[in-house]
Each structure stands twice: as C-alpha cells, then as structure tokens.
Antibody, heavy 121, light 107 residues
Framework: QVQLVESGGGVVQPGRSLRLSCVASRFTFNNYAMHWVRQAPGKGLEWVAVISDDGVNKHYADSVKGRFTISRDNSKNTLYLQMNSPRPEDTAVYYC??????????????WGQGTLVTVSS | AIQMTQSPSSLSASVGDRVTITCRASQGIRNDLGWYQQKPGKAPKLLIYAASSLQTGVPSRFSGSGSGTDFTLTISSLQTEDFATYYCLQDYNYPRTFGQGTKVEIK
C-alpha cells in the first residue's frame, strides 16, 4: 500500500520561510510525478504544484508561483515544498500526493495524511 | 486556467437514494477527469479516473460518465458511509483545477 508521510508543518510568521517534506514508501518513488495540494480551513481543495519523476519539469498554481518551490530527492524518496514569503492566505493543510500511475498526465491517485501550516504573526 | 464548476454545492439525501453530481469544465478536457471523496479530517480518496474508470477497491455503486466539458458522478444507492464531500479534478493540463466540492448530507 502506497505510503506518504508529510512533516514540517507548524506556525510560521508572514514573510519567513518553511520547508515541508514528504517521505514516500512502498512504491518506486522515482517512477512517479508528485504533487502538493492544500486545503484552507473549511474550504475546498487547491492544487499547488507538481514535479516530474526525474525532477526536471515543474508546474505551479498562480497563487504560489515565485514564492514556493517544489523539489525532490529520489535517493531519499522524499518530496519537498519550500515556502518562501508565506502569507496568511497560505494557511492550510498541505497534502503530498502521487499520480495514480506512472503514465504521464494521469490523475492524482494517492494522498498523504496532510500537515497543517498556519501563517500568523 | 481551466475552471471546473461543480453542482450542486450541497445536497440532502436518504440512504438508498440515487445521487448525481455534475462537473462542467470551461473548455474541453477529453475524459481527463477524476472524482474524489473526502470525509472530515481525512485525505481525499480517488473514486473514478479517466471520467468513467472505477478505482480499484471502490464499490460499484459509484460510477462516472461524460467527456469534453460535462461530467457526472452517480451513486446508485447511497449508503451511510457515502456521506462526505465530493470533488472533481481535471488532469488535462496544468494548473490542475478542482471543482468547489459537493457536500452530501443526510436528509
């Protein structure tokens, strides 16, 4: 069973930085594109970013472009989200997620349990 | 970015009811659509991919249909464990976009 475990959430002041991590197991990590998806308290799901299996191709939501950076270390089976200059509206549960299959362009198939990020002074 | 308009935003239904949720894309997305179920405090769970394919382990009372711009998720006979919020997600291009969600509540 695919396992994705996020960490690194917490309270961060606006304008500071925070890095989220997601450790993957029970599948061949370097075969799959990986995503970050977030959910503000009481709100719907918002896709944040994706990185290709080899780490070369990345895409971002307009709301985080230029502030957040997605990366991965395939030797450590770990996905990252570097959050620079966070804003109060970035407060959310952040989910790490994997494509359903190794085929390019499939939908998100598996999710971690999420980590809560609160941006507040 | 492609906009996904989901309706209704909420509905009340009884156990055994047939429930239909729709999602409309602002442009054609072939059949590149998934449906997810989310319960409070839990991560979403994939139900349907490629608009109409049932994810492994998902009960057959869930079905999906549609292509192009109009899509439907149907629960043929609502069960107690199906009370949750449902989202569609287009995987046609980036940025990926979700519908705003449909909360299915007990009547």
């Amino acid at each position: 069973q695919v396992q994705l475990v996020e960490s690194g959430g917490g309270v961060v002041q606006p304008g500071r930085s925070l890095r989220l991590s997601c450790v993957a197991s029970r599948f061949t990590f370097n075969n799959y594109a990986m995503h970050w998806v977030r959910q503000a308290p009481g709100k719907g799901l918002e896709w944040v970013a994706v990185i290709s299996d080899d780490g070369v191709n990345k895409h971002y939501a307009d709301s985080v472009k230029g502030r957040f950076t997605i990366s991965r270390d395939n030797s450590k089976n770990t996905l990252y989200l570097q959050m620079n200059s966070p804003r109060p509206e970035d407060t959310a549960v952040y989910y790490c997620a994997r494509d359903r299959s190794a085929t390019t362009g499939t939908t998100i198939g598996y999710w971690g349990q999420g980590t809560l990020v609160t941006v507040s002074s | 970015a492609i906009q996904m308009t989901q309706s209704p935003s909420s509905l009340s239904a009884s156990v055994g009811d047939r429930v239909t949720i729709t999602c409309r894309a602002s442009q054609g997305i072939r059949n590149d659509l998934g449906w997810y179920q989310q319960k409070p405090g839990k991560a979403p769970k994939l139900l349907i991919y490629a608009a109409s394919s049932l994810q492994t382990g998902v009960p057959s009372r869930f079905s999906g249909s549609g292509s192009g711009t109009d899509f439907t998720l149907t629960i043929s006979s609502l069960q107690t464990e199906d009370f949750a919020t449902y989202y569609c997600l287009q995987d046609y291009n980036y940025p990926r976009t979700f519908g705003q969600g449909t909360k299915v509540e007990i009547k």
